[in-house]
T-cell receptor
Framework: KAGVTQTPRYLIKTRGQQVTLSCSPI?????VSWYQQTPGQGLQFLFE???????NKGNFPGRFSGRQFSNSRSEMNVSTLELGDSALYLC????????????????FGPGTRLTVL | GESVGLHLPTLSVQEGDNSIINCAYS??????FIWYKQESGKGPQFIID?????DKRQGQRVTVLLNKTVKHLSLQIAATQPGDSAVYFC?????????????FGTGTKLQVIP
């Protein structure tokens, strides 16, 4: 079974631009979460989607948004990029079974390395 | 975002020795815990998990211990190898109660000295 895939792997943008990152979850997984990882702040939760609905949101400004499609694929968008948005953006998918939800494991993609100049 | 600290704890271990990486979790209601390994430039990779009704679980060269009394989790790596050099994260999953997000620990950097 293929793992979580993220595109693009690397991206360079300039301040003020916007960017869209894509994530394809493991086949059959219904939940997709996004994280921002930086050397200074570590792994920070952005948001989680399940059944095309945002279920949880971290403490990020409204410039960060996302969506999930009916096939569980997800995109995240960052508008008006700032230098501080440079980071590794990780997507994780999980099965989110109706039963035994407590043991739902997230599996991560390789990430998209975003550099804002 | 959640604060996970600016300084990553580092553990240096001689090749062949055993490594013990510790993690304190916050939610006493968490039912499930996972250890991840993240190598440079890659996403976190699942290593081993444990449910709250267990206190020990073994995998290949790895053992996870859970102490619910003090909310402490540890990962033991036997006969540490250079390929084990990475950052290790613990995660707690409180999902049994609904749409609660997974919480990740700060991470520990493991350096294996050849």
């Amino acid at each position: 079974k293929a793992g979580v895939t993220q595109t693009p792997r690397y991206l360079i943008k300039t301040r003020g631009q916007q960017v869209t990152l894509s994530c394809s979850p493991i086949s059959g997984h219904r939940s997709v979460s996004w994280y921002q990882q930086t050397p200074g702040q570590g792994l920070q939760f952005l948001f989680e989607y399940f059944s095309e609905t945002q279920r949880n949101k971290g403490n990020f400004p409204g410039r960060f948004s996302g969506r999930q499609f009916s096939n569980s694929r997800s995109e995240m968008n960052v508008s008006t990029l700032e230098l501080g948005d440079s980071a590794l953006y990780l997507c994780a998918s999980s099965l989110y079974p109706e039963k035994d939800r407590a043991t739902d494991t997230q599996y991560f993609g390789p990430g998209t390395r975003l550099t804002v100049l | 975002g959640e604060s996970v600290g600016l300084h990553l704890p580092t553990l240096s271990v001689q090749e062949g020795d055993n490594s013990i990486i510790n993690c304190a979790y916050s939610n006493s209601a968490s039912d499930y815990f996972i250890w991840y390994k993240q190598e440079s430039g890659k996403g976190p990779q699942f290593i081993i998990d444990i449910r709250s009704n267990m206190d020990k679980r073994q995998g290949q060269r790895v053992t996870v211990l859970l102490n619910k009394t003090v909310k402490h989790l540890s990962l033991q790596i036997a006969a540490t190898q250079p390929g084990d050099s990475a950052v290790y994260f613990c995660a707690e999953n409180p999902r049994s109660g609904g749409y609660q997000k997974v919480t990740f620990g700060t991470g520990t950097k493991l350096q294996v000295i050849p």
